[in-house]
């Protein structure tokens, strides 16, 4: 089967009525919980990004109390899958202030881990690399913005 292209979806979907969209959406969604929880994203956060942000933290918060602090295995095993939940929220919004907000936040909560992840090089390496990632986030950014979160990077980078 060949995929057809996003140019053929949207001219066939704007000769569907009102009915017939709402069904192929309810198809959609039921398909994949990604499909289910974007759509629930749209229709329901997408307003309130404020909201959305300190839900997003909320679940972060909980995540990071949850951590199995046993060894710095189970621990690095536990900030990937936090990891890859904030990078599907990041993904919903896509909007670059929200994914360096929310990845600053992930930042700050790394090092607050006890015991201290200094000492681990896979922990750190998860961690440059998402400073890396905001960086490059920030460069996209008005320079108000870009100097407010750099400066609440390196903040939290030297607190540490």
């Given at each position: 089967?060949?995929?057809?292209?996003?140019?053929?979806?949207?001219?066939?979907?704007?000769?569907?009525?009102?009915?017939?969209?709402?069904?192929?959406?309810?198809?959609?969604?039921?398909?994949?919980?990604?499909?289910?929880?974007?759509?629930?994203?749209?229709?329901?956060?997408?307003?309130?990004?404020?909201?959305?942000?300190?839900?997003?933290?909320?679940?972060?918060?909980?995540?990071?109390?949850?951590?199995?602090?046993?060894?710095?295995?189970?621990?690095?095993?536990?900030?990937?899958?936090?990891?890859?939940?904030?990078?599907?929220?990041?993904?919903?919004?896509?909007?670059?202030?929200?994914?360096?907000?929310?990845?600053?936040?992930?930042?700050?909560?790394?090092?607050?881990?006890?015991?201290?992840?200094?000492?681990?090089?896979?922990?750190?390496?998860?961690?440059?690399?998402?400073?890396?990632?905001?960086?490059k986030s920030l460069i996209s950014l008005n320079e108000d913005l870009q100097f407010d979160f750099q400066s609440a990077l390196d903040r939290i980078l030297k607190e540490s």
């Open positions: 089967m060949t995929t057809t292209s996003l140019i053929e979806i949207k001219n066939e979907l704007k000769e569907l009525n009102n009915q017939d969209l709402i069904k192929l959406i309810l198809r959609l969604a039921k398909h994949k919980v990604e499909n289910k929880e974007l759509l629930g994203y749209l229709l329901f956060e997408s307003t309130d990004q404020e909201a959305y942000v300190q839900k997003i933290f909320g679940e972060l918060n909980d995540q990071f109390h949850n951590i199995n602090n046993n060894s710095y295995y189970l621990i690095k095993k536990s900030i990937r899958k936090i990891q890859r939940l904030t990078k599907k929220n990041i993904k919903y919004s896509q909007k670059k202030e929200i994914e360096v907000t929310i990845g600053i936040y992930f930042c700050k909560k790394i090092l607050q881990i006890k015991p201290s992840i200094r000492t681990n090089n896979a922990i750190m390496n998860i961690l440059e690399r998402q400073v890396l990632s905001i960086r």
